[in-house]
């Protein structure tokens, strides 16, 4: 069996390179990393990297729990997380939790059990049974836990569908519907507030009728849009809080024979790949979703190794783009 | 600092029961795991899986290599993959390689190093610098390797483009063109020989402009239709490898003035969630992504435990599923 002097010799570095190679990839140059990784594939070398794990109790792995894989967002923050911790020498496990709480407790005691060295949680719940229990190093984004000193990555949320809305209403829109996700995640919470300071600004009255719950799938944009229909003062704009339940309501509300948006605005959030090649093109709030697993990858790699470096909470940037699913209001003749 | 006797007495379980558990959370009942779990938890008790995996040489682990994570209709894979791993008590870890064999040998020397126990590859590549190299549990699903003795599963792609491209022939299509992915790809060459087959059968000539080459992406469905459409006889039909290059097909061929499907008839594969969703609802081929995950990761698990239930080569079904992208061939007046 090979060992780390077989290793050195075919590579023509020290043994020290080697091991810091192994253990450290980060902190040798890629020329080197590649010569050396060539020799222990040459020599099929063990580095035993579950002994050193054993011995360091640490796993050069972490975990990202996510709400659920499917929704093309999250695979952009997911390759985001993904590409940083390639750099960085982490592994990345997946845990699709469907917003189950026990899946993500599950997940998250495999750093209990120095499986994993620290948790990137994407939805608004703390995975632990006990907040305050033993110190796990986590980062939660794109949908944070408020008053915890967690450190978050996030969006204004708020002001988001504040801008949104206000542009919907400087279209002249008065009746504006919103598609909200699950009452309980904090983003929702705040997307709705920014919704009402908005309506409240321009004087308009809030009229509970115009909210509908849905649960971010293609599905619930088009029954929530057909409920929203049938009310006694049909909206004449549909504000929804991801592109999926965007592009359910523009295909229902076409069903039932309406142009958008000649006869009804729609607007979705996130700007997924899809939002652009969609008939007609959504209006949106775009966010930063590669930035949101890139940033946070790092933030988990300085709590880990103990950095000074960590920010509390971080607020990325969000763009409103206006495409075509949003037209002014017109008035019925 | 709590001990397995501790957990034992607050579960009311003995101790063999609480250490099958935590190793082999498949052969006990959801009950008692819940308890167990709560044990755990309530004393804190680290299971010191580390030390385990050490010892058993097991990791509990594997890595699933995805070409594109991104993509919707691999992220269902993982979806099935992720959700049966669960219940045979694995974690998934995730590499995205964007098609880079350095990255999907990196990713599959965890296996080499016992950091996982193998790998299911869903591209075809072998992810070995040596075909012959130390033996690795491997499963290749949905794009397969030919030609080895490691375990695939895939539908029968040359089928699958065969009847579509029949269905469009039936429609009196006789210029159908095809956009593909990466030339390559096994699936790429299957689906082609497929395609070309039909043409034969029907006494079509192949004509060599009519293909134009993808790479599964939304842009390059754009560019590609936009190419084919300077064809010396522009397509009536186009066949896409994929639906995302139909949707951007589709948006191109609008663009340029045509309707679809009076105009121009347009096919996708693998019938993603947009895809009923889409402006027309998208003609496709559906193939069953969650189950290839669930069979990936129950072959895996035979081969990792040396069942004798490994079936070599898999095949599961599809089905062309009829929308309102694709329409009869009408003669210009």
């Known amino acids: 069996m090979a060992t780390i002097r077989d290793v050195s010799k075919i590579a023509g570095v020290s043994v020290a390179t080697v091991s810091r190679t192994i253990s450290k990839p980060d902190k040798v140059s890629a020329k080197t990393r590649k010569i050396v990784e060539a020799a222990i594939i040459e020599t099929d070398y063990k580095p035993d990297i579950l002994a050193r794990n054993f011995r360091t109790r640490k796993s050069s792995t972490i975990v990202v729990l996510v709400p ?42 495999m750093v209990k059990t120095s499986q994993a060295d620290g948790i990137i949680q994407l939805d608004s719940h703390i995975p632990f049974e006990n ?69 409240k600004k321009a004087k308009i009255d809030f009229v509970p009728e115009n909210i509908s719950v849905g649960d971010y799938s293609l599905l619930s944009g088009t029954t929530s849009s057909h409920d929203l229909m049938q009310n006694t003062h049909p909206p004449s704009a549909i504000f929804c809080m991801n592109d999926e339940m965007a592009i359910g309501a523009i295909t229902q509300l076409k069903k039932m024979g309406l142009r958008i948006p000649e006869d009804i605005s729609v607007a979705g959030f996130d700007d997924i790949s899809f939002a652009e090649y969609y008939d007609p093109p959504l209006t949106t709030v775009s966010q930063p979703a590669e930035e949101f697993g890139s940033k946070a990858m790092q933030t988990l790699y300085n709590i880990i190794n103990k950095n000074d470096l960590i920010q509390k909470h971080t607020f990325l940037d969000f763009e409103i783009i206006i495409r075509k699913s949003t037209g002014p209001f017109k008035y019925e003749t």
Chains 1, 2 share one sequence.
């Open 68 to 109: 659920d894989i499917a929704n093309p967002f999250f695979s952009r923050v997911i390759r985001g997380i993904e590409q940083t911790a390639q750099g960085l020498g982490y592994a990345v496990l997946l845990g699709d939790t469907q917003g189950d709480r026990n899946r993500e407790i599950t997940y998250a005691n």
């Open 131 to 199: 907040e305050n229990g033993p110190y796990v190093p986590i980062v939660n984004i794109c949908d944070c836990v408020r008053g915890t000193d967690i450190p978050t990555i996030e969006i204004d949320n708020a002001l988001a569908a504040e801008k949104m809305t206000e542009y919907l209403i400087s279209l002249g829109h008065k009746s504006i519907a919103i598609i909200t996700g699950p009452v309980d995640a904090t983003i929702t919470q705040d997307r709705l507030r920014g919704y009402k300071k908005a309506l």
